[in-house]
């Protein structure tokens, strides 16, 4: 296998551990928990794994294990550091009992219902220590959440004398793991689940979880280009750059590469949603920048884009579901209507909110709206491009204002999306060290019985040494929320708090920075050099953690 | 200004000279010169600037400098190092005495012809040591090639009293400062003109300049992002990624992220021109690729495509010529048929060959080509989403094999263009010391009297030590070509050579980079750590100087 010279070179890279990790260990118990709302419902869903206490992992005696096996599984979309999670996982259970075995379930938790598997042995591990990308055994996106799911798992649990079973997830899949591991608990199966905080998208964190692993360098590798087309922005001085960013439910990856980057605009979707904000107040909040900037001879600027933009504009959510309902019960007719009437159509037949907003769409949203459709007829808001209907509603705008005499300038727009771009970089020191921790403080949870149980890793502003390792029961996390109509005990996701320090700080420089060109150039990843410069947090972190 | 710790850690790093170039030195003269073709045409247009000796700086005794002004411009597109050819120069002529002054003019040579202008003090060159952009004194795309230009011009730096101009451009570029250094050579205004090889593009290389910089920086930034899509692309196993990579009018940039990042694909748009392929062609090579590793049960891969390459199918060149001409002769027509009916009567309307092409287009091409003109009535075929072009045609083409049974493997599609990620990046150790060191050798061809010289700095995959710098007569790289229906003197453009080192290496590898997963993950550009992790040169100066 060809590999690239930074590869090999990272390859040696030993990721920090917290100190109380670093010899024996024991497990140091806390209070009892409850869970974040509707108490009474999830203790009821949750007989044996409700309530348990905080554990944190202080330096201990040396003790023997018996030896064991333990299975792990990649769940969802990548994020940087997967694989060290992993190595720290092979390198805790070897250290506990070196005949300790790992399994690995291929392709996500299909996987483990499949049957499909393989051991990962020290050769596996050492080719993926400090790599990007989840390739070591592939993730998936099946939910582990029905009865006979649980049962086929079990049979190939049992047959590779699995005593632990480590899902690597986002909220979903880490929901998933605490029924599972309830589930396992009530039917006396002897198989323990702990699970591992993972996404990008930043939206997993709350007291006890501090972060997301993946989030710290999927935005610094955003930023990284945000930068490089800042600066070129700035150096070419003609065109306006929206860039949209991934992230569906939540903005904090729009939010973190802004407080990086220091761009003309960000667009924060759970602004706009509590400020109930239209589309039409978008287009004029961008526009106003745009006319501002170019007031001053600034015809150049860069916007930043949250992916889930349109869901959380109350407006066009009304619009989607009225046009869902409408399509799903005149599809026929709709169908009949030659295409070049369509559009006139839908205009006539929405009610007077809706069919006003539909009408101002650019024609190719307009028509993505009516036509891609997914399997259950409902409009894929995830085709959107975002970026491109911003820039064309602005333009369009800005036109208006031209004829107007309320704006004389340039205006010009090239787009980008980045997602793809990040997921799969190899981890920043931070996420190494992270991860690494997380799987080894996963690994100390097993060796001390512990099932339903997130690996939690504190105190992450601070030198990797002084960080705080332990385990959080999950359902401490969890509230009842309704999902496909029905109430269901989730993980509570973390949107933008608009009161936190992260947004606050942002929204305390946001007109500075869109009147002047305050870029900032965070440049690439780097692994190697002063510690300033590798092992910084995120802006998000540092700030959430400022006293 | 805010920055980010690595614009702080950065600022403080030195490149890296040539050894002749740390003391005094003194210019060896070379043999006479002659222009690579056209020797008499070109002679007769150059008298005073042809056939000058080329240039090498050796070790020599320290010599007294009277003071002098010299003035810099930036031209044409981004390159990241710009910034490091003015420190190298900054560097250079304040060696030779301290009281010389550095004038840049402002956004390119427009700065020059109308007189806008800023001293470059020690304060501001700090400040932009080691950076990317060209934001110091920003770039523009005029062209020096008029009389009057080059009098207003002649007309401020004689105001300044400057004695040299250094302009920083393109093979264009160069090519006009030639023409500029003639011009004042004969009309013995005492002002000398260097050039700098700088294109991210890479088509300005030859014997004697043996790569233009920004090349290396902006290659290795793209390669990190296709490589974290590799990544991405092998651990979710779902998605076809196609990349489109700038680079108008040679393919050097996608040959270079190919040797990078081994994808699955990766067309060349030089080879697509020698072997007079087909959209058809490229369409069916990339299908069967997609056909070839679904049988393998490989549903997912990685094609990079140059910028430029629609142009480069002998067919399109050829429809498109015959678009414009109709459209030019029968736009009124045209432009009262009925938007749904445009297609159809195109397709009346085109010669056999051409339309049968049209008609083979999708839609959205299709309306591109015969909607979106330039203000000549000429097609735009840099708005053309080649990316998303051949895409969908490779889908339609998988459909039809389906239905035969020649294919039974699923096709989902990602779309990236990548081009204003790269162009202002932080530029590599390579660049840094490249830049730096041509722009001090700029300086030494100024004290040396030299005119119509560009800088040249070779042995670059030698440690920046052993590298040998010295100036190239510009018209030594000339050669007569028809531009706008005129024969011009111009800098022959570089083009990948389908017998180099570099395509040859790639053609050797692509059938098994095709069929296997060999992706390479090169990672962000690393400022500080190993050598090899830090120096390395490009894949492309690799093979082309391996013995």
Not at 252 to 262: S, V
Not at 291 to 309: S, W
Not at 443 to 462: E, F, P, Q
Not at 471 to 483: A, C, D, F, K, L
Request: aromatic share 8%; with cysteine; glycine share 8%.
């Amino acid at each position: 296998m060809t590999k690239s010279s930074l590869q090999i070179a990272r390859a040696a890279y030993q990721p920090k551990l917290p100190k109380a990790l670093k010899g024996a260990v024991v497990a140091k118990m806390g209070e009892a928990t409850q869970s974040v709302a509707d108490q009474e419902a999830i203790q009821k869903l949750f007989p044996n794994t409700y309530g348990m206490p905080l554990i944190q992992f202080v330096e201990g005696e040396a003790k023997e294990f018996a030896p064991m096996n333990v299975g792990v599984i990649l769940s969802g979309g990548q994020a940087p550091g997967g694989h060290n999670v992993i190595s720290g996982l092979f390198d805790g259970i070897k250290k506990l009992n070196p005949a300790n075995k790992l399994y690995g379930f291929i392709l996500g938790p299909g996987g483990l219902v499949d049957h499909n598997y393989k051991e990962l042995t020290a050769d596996i591990i050492d080719e993926y220590r400090n790599t990007g990308g989840f390739d070591i055994i592939g993730s998936g996106r099946t939910k582990l959440e029905k009865e006979d799911q649980f049962e086929k798992g079990y049979e190939i649990l049992k047959e590779l004398g699995i005593k632990a079973l480590v899902i690597i997830g986002g909220d979903d899949s880490n929901t998933n793991a605490c029924v599972l591991a309830e589930y396992y608990a009530a039917k006396n199966y002897g198989i323990q689940v702990i699970g591992c905080p993972k996404t990008i998208d930043g939206d997993l964190k709350n007291d006890m979880i501090e972060t997301s692993f993946g989030f710290d360098t999927a935005c610094k590798t955003y930023s990284e280009v945000i930068g490089n087309i800042e600066r070129d922005c700035n150096s070419a001085r003609k065109y306006w750059h929206f860039i949209k960013l991934m992230g569906r439910s939540a903005s904090h990856i729009a939010l973190e590469c802004a407080l990086q980057t220091q761009p003309n605009v960000c667009i924060i979707s759970e602004e706009v949603e509590a400020k109930n904000m239209s589309l039409d107040d978008v287009v004029t909040y961008i526009a106003q920048v745009v006319a501002d900037r170019a007031a001053d001879g600034n015809n150049f600027g860069t916007v930043l884009i949250p992916e889930g933009l349109i869901e959380f504009i109350p407006a066009m959510k009304r619009l989607i579901a009225e046009l869902n309902d409408f399509l799903a019960a005149n599809g026929e007719e709709f169908n009949a209507i030659p295409a070049n009437e369509q559009r006139a159509y839908i205009i006539s037949k929405l009610s007077a909110e809706n069919s006003a907003i539909y009408a101002s769409l650019p024609e190719g949203v307009a028509r993505q709206l009516s036509l891609d459709r997914d399997p259950h007829g409902n409009v894929q808001v995830s085709l959107i491009e975002t970026e491109k209907l911003l820039s064309e509603m602005v333009g369009k705008k800005l036109a208006a204002w031209k004829k107007e005499g309320k704006y004389n300038g340039k205006f010009s727009a090239q787009h980008h999306f980045f997602g793809y771009e990040g997921r799969c970089a190899a981890p920043s020191n931070f996420d190494a060290d992270y991860c690494y921790s997380l799987g080894y403080t996963a690994s100390m949870l097993i060796a001390n019985g512990k099932t339903g149980y997130m690996s939690s890793v504190r105190n992450t502003t601070a030198p990797a040494a002084e960080w705080i390792a332990g385990g959080v029961p999950i359902t401490m996390m969890m509230n009842m929320e309704r999902r496909h109509g029905e109430m269901k005990p989730v993980i509570q996701k973390a949107l933008v708090k608009l009161d936190g320090a992260p947004f606050k700080a942002f929204a305390a420089q946001r007109a500075a920075w869109a009147k002047e060109t305050a870029y900032v150039y965070p440049g690439p990843i780097q692994y190697f050099g002063p510690t300033e410069v590798c092992d910084e947090p995120t802006k998000t972190l540092q700030l959430e953690q400022a006293k």
